[in-house]
């Protein structure tokens, strides 16, 4: 292992606030120091980081990896590349794998190829139920054991609410989380958010009362059964609403949104942009002006790339048809970066809801070196991502490492350029 | 946003793929321009050389006999060569994709494509992937749009009352999945009418389309009352019992066209429809066969509409 020494960066802690030039020191995998470093220390080798953001590495809660199963739209590896392209350290993917990450076999093959690929480190959510079918539970402490970090119906609805209730007795009974996207197996079957736009378009619209009906439904059965509930991607100014409150009640939830939901509305459709077809839908502005401000005061605990690689066929279609889904690894960081930016938020806010929020999120499924992840601090994991926050690049899908080559945000100029990324000390990644 | 893809950077009409976001005189250009056609098919010699040698393929990836026919009548009235292709049951069915099926057609040099599509925005997607000097006429997609249907609406209505200005319009039926709706909603606004009612039940005129600029009724003396237009929609067959409607007959009972229902409009009011009509489900036979109905002319002036629409937009370059 490399002895490495980063040095006359701007060092952000997001988990403290700290912002301030110093070095940083790497040993064995670990940050040995953080601000000044001994003259003793003997580096193997230095990168000069002046000019640059050296953070922590990023977190993403939301990536799917399409393996196994979809690989022809897209790979482990070209995956895990884009992650670390993206200054992404640490990703955790849902079960909506083909099959479906619900036997300990399948989850272990999993972390045993990306522990290869020696990238980020990953993280599965084991299927809440068999096939992901809405109908037996998984063996979920075995799966935990494999590796999983929590247990989730990824997009497939879960209209049962006895098994849900079931589920969630069951994983409480092991302190589990179990991950949700609230969404109402039926009202939620439109392809645009309901609204002026999409009885204009006539495209069949998806209420917010799909979103608040499941939110109730989940709040209710978290009472019933203290399960841990993590809410995936919210959508609407009325769900955050329902949230702030369940949090207030003191409700053993969290939360995250996509950087979709953060920066995009139902008008971004246009003309039937199949770019913007997208899960949940985008929906108005009074939503994601919401959805803003309660990522800036907590409310939502997590910023995700809900990254979903689409192949070129699948999203060639008429709007409706088009697979949902976006590339959002490569640009997680520049668009929290934007959010902050934008709601005047300090860089190291910013960041907290990409890197030590996240792993709050996940919690004691880390184990106690991993949990470090998300700060800057001595004896922790040396995941981090040196970043130059002055550049200024245009989104161009066809130049991403993913496979997928699909983007809302194409063309637009946005913050911030990824330089490095290291991971466990190693370095994984370099621009040009 | 970007540019709206059916007019070129001059303004001028290349595709029509939705009434919405066109210009009133643009409208009034084309409706000036169906005249001009009208007096065509009353001659002798039902053609003229506006398109000639150039080829137009009818894509019907939705059957429907009767708006292919119209088209087809007008593309041949222009000297155009029509091919008619029925995708439904040739390349759809085989598995090739919509994009692959327009690159095969755009390789035998098609100047224009009539697209007739399930799913709302097809026709963009065409217009978006062909060759910039082939036009696309939405032939209907999905619930989004039916141009050419709107157009012939509003020529019928300029036909019979002039002035759109000092209208009161009345459609009735299921709105939400009709195409002919919305482009009659966009084209009615364009032309400045300023009451446009939409009635039925909730299920099938939801709150949302208040959002379009109409007067949302459920209530059918109540949308029909001092009106001078009345556009009933057909009702299809998958709505007539389920979660939408409980029955036909339930729904003719509460927004079918009769002539006591009628009798609530204006004394000269104009009765239309977009074809094919539902005898004793939406419209009384008595109404659609009676003195206030235009449904026939409405069929004349469509062919003439279609011819306007294909010279106008084969006139104007990307």
């Known amino acids: 292992m490399m002895n490495l020494l980063i040095k006359n960066g701007r060092l952000v802690d997001p988990a403290t606030g700290r912002d301030g ?46 393996e196994p199963g979809h690989e022809h739209e897209g790979m482990l590896e070209s995956e895990m590349a884009a992650a670390v392209a993206g200054g992404v350290t640490s990703v955790v993917c849902p079960p909506d794998t083909d099959p479906p990450l619900d036997e300990p076999g399948l989850v272990e093959m999993l972390k045993f190829r990306a522990r290869n690929l020696n990238q980020a480190h990953l993280y599965p959510l084991g299927a809440l139920t068999r096939g992901l079918a809405g109908e037996v539970l998984t063996e979920m402490a075995e799966l935990a054991e494999a590796g999983c970090v929590g247990f989730s119906q990824a997009d497939a609805t879960l209209g049962d609410t006895l098994i849900m209730q079931r589920a969630m007795q069951y994983a409480s009974t092991f302190g589990y989380t179990v991950w949700l996207r609230p969404q109402d197996a039926y009202l939620g079957k439109g392809v645009a958010a309901s609204g002026a736009l999409a009885t204009r378009l006539g495209l069949t619209g998806v209420p917010v009362i799909a979103e608040t009906i499941a939110l109730h439904t989940i709040f209710e059965l978290v009472r019933a059964t203290g399960a841990r509930v993590h809410l995936c991607r919210l959508s609407s100014a009325a769900g955050v609403g329902l949230v702030r409150s369940a949090k207030a009640e003191g409700l053993p939830v969290s939360c995250d949104v996509s950087v979709n939901q953060l920066h995009l509305t139902d008008m971004d459709i246009g003309y039937f942009n199949a770019a913007m077809r997208l899960t949940p839908p985008l929906r108005q502005q009074r939503d994601r002006d919401a959805i803003r401000a309660a990522l800036a005061d907590g409310t939502i605990d997590a910023l995700v790339s809900d990254h979903t690689p689409v192949d070129e066929d699948a999203k060639n279609l008429p709007f409706a048809e088009a697979e949902p889904g976006a590339t959002g690894l490569e640009l997680l960081l520049s668009l929290a970066l934007k959010w902050g930016t934008e709601q005047g938020l300090s860089l190291a806010k910013a960041l907290s809801t990409v890197t030590c929020e996240p792993v709050r999120v996940l919690g004691d499924t880390l184990a106690s070196l991993a949990s470090s992840a998300g700060r800057l601090v001595e004896g922790g994991v040396a995941d981090i991502c040196l970043f130059d926050p002055q550049a200024r690049w245009t989104v161009q899908p066809t130049a991403f490492k993913s496979q997928g080559k699909h983007s809302p945000f194409a063309g637009l100029e946005l913050p911030g350029k990824v330089r490095c990324t290291l991971v466990a000390g190693h370095v994984a990644y370099e621009a040009d | ?259 006591e229902k009628l009798a609530l409009a204006k004394p000269d009011a104009i009765v239309m429809h977009p074809g094919p009509i539902n005898r004793g489900v939406e419209i009384e036979s008595s109404v659609a066969d009676g003195k206030q109905s235009v449904i026939l002319p409405q069929v004349t002036f469509g062919i003439a509409v279609r011819m306007a629409v294909m010279s106008t937009i084969a006139g104007n370059n990307a």
Not at chain 1, 43 to 66: E, Q
Not at chain 2, 182 to 193: E, F, M, P
């Open chain 2, 1 to 259: 946003m970007q540019r709206n893809p059916q007019l070129n950077k001059h303004g001028e009409l290349i595709h029509l793929l939705s009434i919405e976001g066109l210009p009133r005189a643009l409208l009034h250009q084309i409706l000036d321009t169906a005249g001009t056609f009208l007096s065509v098919n009353d001659r002798d010699v039902k053609k003229v050389p506006l398109l000639r040698g150039k080829s137009v393929f009818n894509l019907f990836f939705e059957n429907s006999t009767r708006t292919r026919t119209t088209f087809e009548i007008a593309a041949k009235r222009l000297s155009a060569d029509v091919i008619n292709l029925d995708i439904a049951r040739s390349s759809a069915a085989k598995g090739e994709s919509l994009l692959d099926t327009i690159a095969n057609l755009s390789a035998m040099h098609a100047d224009m494509f009539v697209v007739r599509h399930s799913e709302s925005g097809a026709p963009y997607l065409i217009a978006q992937h062909c060759a910039p000097h082939v036009h696309v006429v939405n032939a209907g997609d999905g619930r989004h749009a039916h141009p050419t249907q709107g157009l012939l609406d509003m020529y019928t209505i300029r036909h019979f009352k002039q002035d759109f200005t000092q209208l009161t319009v009345a459609i009735v039926g299921d709105i939400v999945h009709s195409r002919v709706a919305r482009s009659d909603i966009h084209a009615l606004t364009t032309l400045g009418v300023p009451e446009i009612r939409a009635v039925g039940p909730k299920t099938l005129v939801p709150g949302d389309l208040r959002e379009m600029g109409v007067r949302v009724c459920h209530d059918m003396a109540e949308g029909v009352r001092g009106a001078d237009v009345v556009i009933m929609l057909r009702l299809q067959n998958e709505r007539m019992s389920g979660a939408m409607l409980p029955s036909a007959g339930e729904f003719f009972k509460n927004y079918g066209l009769t002539q």
């Open chain 1, 21 to 66: 030039p110093g070095d940083v020191a790497i040993a064995a995998g670990r940050v040995v120091s953080v601000g000044s470093v001994s003259p003793d220390f003997r580096p193997d080798r230095s990168i000069d980081a002046s000019g640059l953001v050296v953070a922590p590495g990023l977190v993403d809660l939301a990536v799917r990896l399409r």
